[in-house]
Structures are given as structure tokens and as C-alpha cells.
């Protein structure tokens, strides 16, 4: 569909420096260990009201031109269709890893850091390294999935800004629902048999977009959460953990050609939270990276002065 050129490029957002994932000290230890970071199916995020969001938004908009506005046959059946259809989460399938752009944040803290937090801090073009020519070479056991990495900002693995302006989420759901009310009073929908086939074959797209800004959109009140996610399209080998319920993640396992072994995360910094006992903190931490390969003249130890016990 040509519609899909006139929406809003929901990629392009310039790339922050560097980005930084909060955890608790689980978190940090099984990152370490394993060399991966556990990306969640964005339909199993912490706050399931992310996912409802956009689409609050976008029945908004169905409603007032369903009371404001007459149409034709086709875009009247598309309209009343969409309003009391809930969203027809398919089989498409986005996993998501999330990250700050904000260093040393306090909400951060309190949200991930639990008893003792610690953020990770990678570079921002993460996602657009070229880590092709390396990952072919890395040994895998047989049948194992080759390692995710990206080229650029495409399908596959990128870094993508989370917008929380609430007058940039209404105008990209009207920007939508016009152009598909536009196609609906175009002459091509009367060529299909019924109003109905033809309400059929534009519907997957409007739930499509919706679905795709749902995790790239949120509530203004998150904003000083100042978010970044990196996300994978498509299937991966998937795994389970326990959460409110069984919950699917993929692994997102990212090289650094800078590594001393070159098959490193692209790590920068790692930092602990507030805590009571720093300089213990600070030597563990210090301990743990160097034992899984992230020496001090790679990876800086950082320590965080927020006043405050958590």
C-alpha cells in the first residue's frame, strides 16, 4: 500500500551516544554470564496498558468521525467494523529489550534496581554496527540459530526512540484513519464483490500500524523515562520465564569488534545504584566483569552519588 509512504517514519530518530539498561543484580550477573540480553514479547511488557494506549487513541478518532462525519458505503462499514473490533493480535511477533537514554536516573532506579540496581550502558548505534562478518565466524553448536545482529536500521534488530507527545500520537492515528477513509471513496474498493470483502482487506493494515506504534508510543506521565528499545522482527528460537505468567523471550546476543576477544557485548560502562554499601558494591561489580572477560580499560566502573536508600 502507498498509504504506508504518507505515515509518520517511526525509525528515524538520531541515535543518542549511548543508551543504558537498568537490572537488579540477577540481571546484571546472568548478562555477564551469558553474553546475551533477554528481549520480551512486546505483548508481555510489565505494563500491559502500553498496548492499549494507541489504540484509546485511535477509537477516539473512529468515534468522531463516525458522530461528525457522513460516508460512503465502504468507509462507513470500515468504521463502524474497526469500533468494536478489539485488536487481532496475530502472529507477528516483536521482541523488545529496553533501555534509557538517561544516566543515573532515580525513577530507573526504583523501577529496576530492586534491593541493589546496576545499569549497563551501550554505545547508541548498538543496532547499526555491522556485526555480520563477525558472528559468521563465532562457533555455534549445530542447529543453533545464527546470533542476532544489525545492519543498519532495518528489519532484524534496531534501536528505537519511545515518543511520549501526545499531539504526535493523534496525528499519526488521523493521518491513518484519513488516508484509509480516502482509499475506502476511491473507485478501486468498488471493484471488490461486497462491502464486506472489501472492509476485509484493509482492516489487517489499520490494525497493523496501530499494533507497530503500540510500542513505540506512550503516556506522556513516562516521559522522564526517556526510553529506548531494541527490537527484533520475526520469529526466533523463543524461551520462558516466570513472570505474572509464563512469559516468551527471545536472546539478543550482541558482539563488540572492539572486544579483547572480540566476541564481548559492546559494553562501556557499568554502573551501580544506591546502596548503602558502595565500596563493597563497586568491588564486587569490579570482580564479577573482570571474570567474564570485561576488563576496566574496556568496560568503566562506575558508582552512583544519588542520595538516597532504595
Not at 539498561?21 to 546484571?28: E, I, N, P, S
Request: glycine share 6%.
Amino acid at each position: 500500500m502507498k498509504i504506508q509512504r504518507l505515515l509518520p517514519n517511526l525509525e528515524k530518530a538520531p541515535l543518542p551516544t549511548a543508551v543504558y539498561h537498568y537490572t537488579d543484580a540477577g540481571g546484571l550477573l546472568g548478562i555477564l554470564s551469558s553474553g546475551v540480553f533477554w528481549a520480551t514479547d512486546y505483548r508481555y511488557l510489565n505494563d500491559s496498558s502500553e498496548l492499549k494506549y494507541i489504540f484509546g487513541i485511535a477509537s477516539q478518532v473512529i468515534e468522531s468521525q463516525l458522530r461528525t462525519t457522513s460516508h460512503g458505503p465502504v468507509t462507513q462499514a470500515f468504521l463502524e467494523y474497526v469500533s468494536i473490533t478489539p485488536p487481532p493480535y496475530d502472529d507477528t511477533v516483536y521482541y523488545i529489550c529496553c533501555f534509557s537514554e538517561a544516566d543515573n536516573s532515580l525513577s530507573q532506579w526504583r523501577a529496576y534496581g530492586s534491593s541493589q540496581g546496576f545499569s549497563i550502558c551501550v554505545p547508541g548505534d548498538v543496532a547499526t554496527a555491522d556485526y555480520a562478518a563477525l558472528a559468521r565466524r563465532m562457533p555455534r553448536p549445530a542447529g543453533a540459530p545464527p546470533p542476532v545482529f544489525g545492519q543498519g536500521q532495518n528489519p532484524g534488530i534496531s534501536l528505537l526512540r519511545v515518543d511520549y507527545d501526545p499531539d504526535v500520537h493523534a496525528a499519526y492515528v488521523t493521518k491513518l484513519v484519513e488516508e484509509l477513509i480516502a482509499l475506502c471513496e476511491g473507485a478501486h474498493m468498488r471493484s471488490y464483490a461486497s462491502t464486506q470483502e472489501a472492509v476485509s482487506h484493509i482492516t489487517p493494515f489499520y490494525f497493523g500500524q496501530l499494533e507497530r506504534a503500540s510500542y513505540r508510543f506512550k503516556h506522556p506521565d513516562f516521559a522522564d523515562e526517556r526510553e529506548w528499545r531494541l527490537v527484533s522482527w520475526g520469529r526466533h528460537q523463543e524461551f520462558f520465564r516466570v513472570g505474572a505468567t509464563l512469559t516468551p523471550y527471545a536472546k539478543f546476543r550482541l558482539f563488540s569488534v572492539s572486544h579483547p576477544k572480540n566476541n564481548g557485548l559492546p559494553l562501556l560502562a557499568v554502573r551501580h545504584g544506591p546502596t548503602v554499601l558502595p565500596d563493597e558494591t563497586k568491588l564486587a561489580m569490579d570482580r564479577l566483569l573482570n571474570s567474564c572477560g570485561y576488563p576496566s580499560d574496556y568496560c568503566e566502573r562506575r558508582g552512583s552519588d544519588t542520595p538516597v536508600r532504595l
